[in-house]
């Protein structure tokens, strides 16, 4: 979480080297991903730091139409440093689900409750790939460097993390973890 103007700075470093972005202009005004990317950190450093009401409201509302433009909606204070949202496209995540460090999340994803409940939700890992399509809910836990493939149904816990998950319903279909399948915002200083 972004408690400080350090901690806001490191965030935004982390996703840029997660995306594999240099730190141009044309990034930083034509990245439509990135621009989105900025404002979520911006809304999470506003919210934790106490920073007049008019300024969070104001970049809140950047978000919100930025987020519709693109097909995301995505609260604050959900994901930790690292985050790669690599493409546009349609991204559910619940006010309520607990994301780690490095993950890269895909289009038509859905990070949500389960049915009828609002704080039954999903805690997910460092270092976690979310491919394509894929659907996560329910009060489950997904272990670090976790793989999960595209179209697949997460609706119970795989806590020990370090596999490949797939199918419908979730299974694991491989000892494969992240390695190489996702940028470590965290771990690279040089960015």
Known sequence: MICSRDDYQYYLRADRCALGLDNTWKNRWFNDRWRFQRLLRRVEFYRNCGRPRWQQLWAEWRMRCL????????PPNVFGPGLALPHRGTIVVNAFAR????????????IGTQAG??????????????GPGAKLFGRIVIGDNTVIGANAVVNHSFPDGGYTLGGIPARVISGRDSDGLLIRGTDDASC
């Open 67 to 74: 987020g519709r433009l693109l097909g995301y909606s995505i």
């Open 99 to 110: 994301v780690g460090a490095n993950c890269r999340l895909h289009v038509c994803t859905s």
């Open 117 to 130: 409940t609002l704080d039954q939700v999903p805690v997910i890992g460092d270092n976690c790939y979310i």
